[in-house]
C-alpha cells in the first residue's frame, strides 16, 4: 500500500491552494483567483499522489530484495545442514557406484 494516507494529499494540495490564492487575489479578481486556486489544488492532489506512489514502489522493491536475500541466507544453510546428514557409507557408496560407471 502507499505511504502515508489520502489526508496528506489533502494537507499538501490546500497548502498549495492558500499559496496560490493569497498570491493571485492581489492581482486578479475573486473568481479567477479562486479558479486558479482550485486548479492548483487539483495539479498539488495529483503531484502529491504519483510521488506517494513512486515512493511505495521503491520501498517494496527494497523490501522485497531484502527478502529475497534472507531467503537465499536460509537456503544455503538448510543446504549445508543436508550436507552434514551423509555418512562416511553412505560417500563411499556413492563414490564406488560413480567409479562403476565410469569403468564400464
Known amino acids: 500500500m ?8 489533502v494537507i499538501i494540495s490546500f497548502t498549495g491552494f492558500s499559496l496560490v490564492f493569497i498570491g493571485s487575489f492581489s492581482m486578479n479578481g475573486l473568481p479567477t483567483s479562486l479558479l486558479r486556486a482550485c ?3 487539483l495539479f498539488f492532489y495529483i503531484v502529491s499522489y504519483f ?3 513512486l515512493w511505495a514502489l521503491a520501498s517494496k522493491d527494497n523490501a522485497l530484495k ?3 536475500k534472507l531467503d537465499i541466507e536460509e ?3 538448510g543446504e549445508a545442514r543436508k550436507e552434514e ?3 562416511e557409507a553412505d560417500i563411499e557408496k556413492t563414490s564406488q557406484y ?3 560407471l ?3
Not at 502507499?2 to 494529499?9: A, L
Open 51 to 53: 510521488v506517494r506512489w
Open 39 to 41: 486548479l492548483a489544488f
Open 98 to 100: 560413480v567409479k562403476d
Open 85 to 87: 546428514q551423509y555418512s
Open 66 to 68: 531484502t527478502k529475497e
Open 2 to 9: 502507499f505511504i502515508g494516507s489520502w489526508k496528506i494529499n
Open 102 to 104: 565410469i569403468n564400464n
Open 75 to 77: 537456503s544455503e544453510q
